[in-house]
């Protein structure tokens, strides 16, 4: 459904022209992304420009009662609640995430470019984004991560300091591996060791992520040289024992090595982590952890309100405008 109004990232700007042509519309932001298509209109007839609006979605034709099932619609305050609830990350499928905050910021740019927006909703956007700001730096709503890729990341980098100088080895090629090495990558991981017990498809995901591929009979020799281990196989039985780490580790002078197991049943025999100085972590304290940390942003999210509604209300004084 998403995807049948789904506007472009570098169309949006066009989009917004073109609905602030339709009748009974003055001013225009298309607002598209993976999880939502919005439009934020001014209008002196909300009946015919919401009209408008949807002859515009439906290509010059009439929407389906289906198709209209899935559209919700907001006026005034509500209207300028719902945009600083976007902008500030509460009506994101990841509560507080920051990605949001710059496309609203993208779409609101391209309409002012494409002269589809006016003094209504410059003021509202502009106020949005402070409030997204305030939000920011007023409440913890974007602390602690809540993805298991995102927790074992921030758990390697507390006991590393930083990732800059770790390498990394990568034991299956599945999704939860991808998306972990990717989390480590972006904190600036040395090097990523990719095995699988296809080496195709070890090498495909080394190439991706710009590491090393390393054949499956291989990983105990690379085992001596990494700092970070993520394992997540389909193995019924645990691909690293004690045995393993044992033998490697007057190799690597007892450097602490973190292992991080996403796989299930578990890879990594729990008694790996009694050896000193190695820590393991299961799906089970990560998602743990990551639960923990949704809880406290869904804590964070009655402050969160209390500082659009503030703001909602000194903007609905300003401005007696009708925001659709």
């Not at 225009?28 to 002196?44: D, G, I, K, P, W």
């Not at 015919?48 to 005034?76: P, T």
């Not at 391209?110 to 700001?133: D, E, I, R």
Request: charged share 30%; proline share 2%.
């Amino acid at each position: 459904m998403r995807e049948r109004f789904a506007v472009s990232a570098d169309r949006l700007g066009e989009a917004s022209k073109a609905l602030a042509e339709k009748p009974a519309i003055d001013e225009v932001v298309v607002l598209s992304t993976c999880n939502r298509m919005e439009v934020y209109a001014v209008a002196q007839d909300q009946l015919l420009a919401e009209n408008s609006i949807k002859h515009y979605l439906g290509d010059g034709g009439e929407l389906s009662s289906e198709d209209e099932s899935h559209f919700y619609e907001k006026a005034q305050d509500d209207a300028a609640r719902h945009l600083c609830r976007v902008v500030s990350g509460l009506d994101s499928m990841v509560l507080g995430e920051t990605e949001i905050f710059g496309q609203v910021k993208q779409a609101y740019t391209q309409a002012l470019q494409h002269s589809a927006t006016g003094g209504v909703l410059n003021k509202l956007f502009q106020k949005s984004f402070n409030v997204g700001k305030k939000v920011r730096t007023q409440t913890t709503i974007q602390g602690g991560q809540t993805s298991v890729g995102s927790v074992a990341v921030d758990l390697a980098e507390k006991i590393f300091g930083h990732l800059k100088l770790s390498e990394v080895m990568v034991i299956g090629a599945g999704e939860m591996s991808y998306i972990t090495a990717q989390r480590m990558m972006e904190r600036g991981a040395k090097k990523i060791y990719v095995v699988n017990r296809s080496l195709e498809n070890a090498q495909k995901l080394a190439e991706e992520m710009g590491g090393e591929a390393v054949a499956f009979d291989d990983w105990e020799r690379v085992l001596a040289k990494v700092d970070v281990v993520v394992s997540s196989t389909g193995a019924t039985e645990p691909v690293v024992r004690p045995e393993h780490v044992e033998k490697v580790r007057a190799k690597r002078k007892y450097r602490p090595l973190f292992m991080i197991d996403i796989a299930m049943p578990r890879d990594i025999d729990p008694e790996v982590g009694k050896i000193e100085e190695v820590y393991v972590y299961d799906l089970d304290t990560l998602q743990l952890q990551a639960d923990e940390n949704r809880t406290k942003r869904l804590e964070q999210v009655r402050v969160c309100e209390e500082i659009i509604e503030n703001e909602v209300q000194k903007l609905s004084k300003q401005s007696n405008e009708h925001i659709k």
